[in-house]
Every structure is written in C-alpha cells, then in structure tokens.
C-alpha cells in the first residue's frame, strides 16, 4: 500500500499558523483591542462595557448615602472569512520550490490587503463588519487647511467624548502632502520638522500609519482601546482531490476577523484635498 497525502488528515494534516506570525504587518493588530477568536458566522464576541459611570455627590457627615449604579451595556462582534484559492499544476509545485514560495507570498499579500481595506472601508452589504470610515456616530473633523490644526481639533474632540487618541491613519498620497507643507509659503520648513524626524511616522506623539488601503485624501484618527476586534488563525490548506483531472493541487487561505466599535464618537475623520499632481 503506498501512503500518500491523499490518506487521512491524521497522517498528512493541514496546517494552522496564529495569524500574526504570518501577517504581522496587518492593520487590526495594530489598530484594535484583540477579544478572542470564534468559529463561524452566526456566534459572536459579547463585549460588556460601562455606558455612564455611577453619579457619586458631597454627602453630609452621618447621613445617608444614595445609591447609584453605572449604566452597563455591550456590543457584540461579528466574523467574516476572508478567503482566497489558488491552483497550481504538480508539475510546477514539483519543478520549483522557489516558485510555490512566491505563490504562497502572494496569497499572504492578498490577505492582509483585503483585511487592511476591510477593517476601514468594508461595505457589509459585500459580507463582514463595516468599515470604519462609514461608522454611524464617528466625529466629523472638517477639511484640512494650510496646517495641522484640524488634526488638533479632532483630537481635542475625542478626548472630549472621554477617549484617548492613540493612531493617526491615513494614505501614503496624504502622507505626502503633510510632509511638504510648509510653516509659512515663502518658507522652506515643513511642519513636521526635519527628514530624520518624518520617517518615524508620528504626529503629536502617535504613531502614524500610512496604507494604500486607506481612501486617498482621508486621514482617521482613532482610539484603539474602543475598536474591539475577532481574530482567528490563518488556515493554510491543500487538495489534490478537487483538481484531480488537472493533475493539479489546490491551496486555500481562510482567515476569519471582525470588529465592533463601542463608542464611535471617539473616532474622527478628517478630509484632505489634495493638490493635482502636475
């Protein structure tokens, strides 16, 4: 009897990876606070959280006390799959290992590009959470000007609301344009200091984090702690069953993620215009 990965699982099992050996770059471990990992579209995360805080007040030496209890609350954080499938030929799986490498590097890219794009603009009438960018309830923090103070001012209004800014997102093409404004139009000092000072990527002390998955001409400034995020592992999987005729192999990539925000109103979202590009 010759065994080969055709048998059972148990002899030739798929492999598992904590996602975020295998996509450490992507945006929801950097963004958001991580609650577990559930299984499926149905179950959900229950978050509980404080709504309002218990009224506590002056009280006369040897009278009664009221009582007050905090307001509670919860959210629940749904999960979607993200997923993609790749079929290779034997042959070329068995010519070139270099080239399955590259292949699987690919298919890694893929992911962490659909979840980066998700996690901040996903529509979820296309399947998963919503974006954050379209949230219900975020702070509107106007158009930005010749400087930074609308930055400022977002800023000013999540701490208003009780948050504490932690990240600035935006696109590389916004990017760009913050770093060459100028303190005054007939200077040559940018506002955000010298070269050596704008490759760290931080603005009023938070880190900055520049993706293509952001809509140009956006910059989102968020409080982590309130963006509560479902993550599961990476599940890396091949068939020969399925593309069986095709003497060919099929690879899979699931990861399934979600969020949910608890307060929205500690997030703001700024717009940019951005100059034509001569």
Partial sequence: M??????????????????REIVPDALIWQLTTIAGAIEGDAPAVRVPY????????FVAEGEQIDESAPTLDEILVKTGKI??????????ARSSSEATSVLSASLTRSVITKADTALLANDPLTGGPEGLLTLTGIQDGGTLGTNLDEIADAITLIEAAG???TNIVTDPATW??????KIAADSNVTL??????????????MPVNV?????EGTILIIDSSQIISSVGPIRLEQSEHAYFDLDAVGRRVTW??????????RLAKIAVTLPIAE
């Fill in 2 to 19: 010759t065994f080969t990965t055709a048998n059972p699982r148990a002899f030739s099992p798929d492999e598992t990876f904590v996602a």
């Fill in 50 to 57: 404080v709504k309002a805080d218990p009224s506590p007040g």
């Fill in 83 to 92: 997923a993609t499938l790749m079929k290779q030929s034997n042959e070329s």
């Fill in 163 to 165: 948050g504490t800014a």
């Fill in 176 to 181: 760009g344009h913050l770093r060459k404004m």
């Fill in 192 to 205: 955000l200091g010298d070269a050596a000072v704008q490759t760290q990527r931080t603005l009023y002390g």
């Fill in 211 to 215: 993706t293509a998955a952001m809509t």
């Fill in 256 to 265: 399934r993620i979600g969020w949910n925000v608890v307060r929205p109103e």
